[in-house]
């Protein structure tokens, strides 16, 4: 069993950042990856930003170059730094632990939010 607790979200405008944070406990084993998700209203859930078990990230082509994920505290804190926000990133932001051969087939995998764990999530708007 794994747990995932979000925090950081918040509401902001074009141009700021917001720093997202992910406590991550439980038992992660060598399949699993670790990621950042959103959803935004209406649309369905996307990949963002995944780290598999060797320390590869991934990022969507939407974020690459705003967002960045690092981890830390043994693998057990997974942050998400957004930078230059945007109103279309205006969403849920989920963290989630899914079983993944690597970050590269991960990021671009389509989502099923019924496999996998997955945090409580935390609202980002970004106002224009």
């Known amino acids: 069993q794994v747990q995932l607790v979000e925090s950081g979200g918040g509401s902001i405008q074009a141009g700021g950042s917001l720093r997202l944070s992910c406590t991550v406990s439980?038992?992660?084993?060598?399949?699993?990856?670790l990621g950042w998700y959103r959803q935004p209203p209406g649309k369905e859930r996307e990949a963002l930003a995944v780290?598999?078990?060797?320390?590869?990230?991934a990022y969507a082509d939407s974020v690459k170059g705003r967002f960045t994920l690092s981890q830390n505290n043994a693998n057990r804190i997974l942050d998400l730094q957004m930078n230059n926000l945007k109103p279309d990133d205006t969403a849920m932001y989920y963290c989630?632990?899914?079983?993944?051969?690597?970050?590269?087939?991960?990021?671009?995998?389509?989502?099923?939010?019924?496999?996998?764990?997955w945090g409580q999530g935390t609202q980002v708007t970004v106002t224009s």
């Open positions: 780290v598999d078990n060797e320390g590869s990230t």
């Open positions: 989630a632990a899914q079983m993944c051969p690597s970050a590269a087939v991960a990021i671009t995998a389509p989502v099923f939010p019924q496999f996998g764990y």
């Open positions: 439980g038992s992660i084993d060598s399949s699993t990856c």
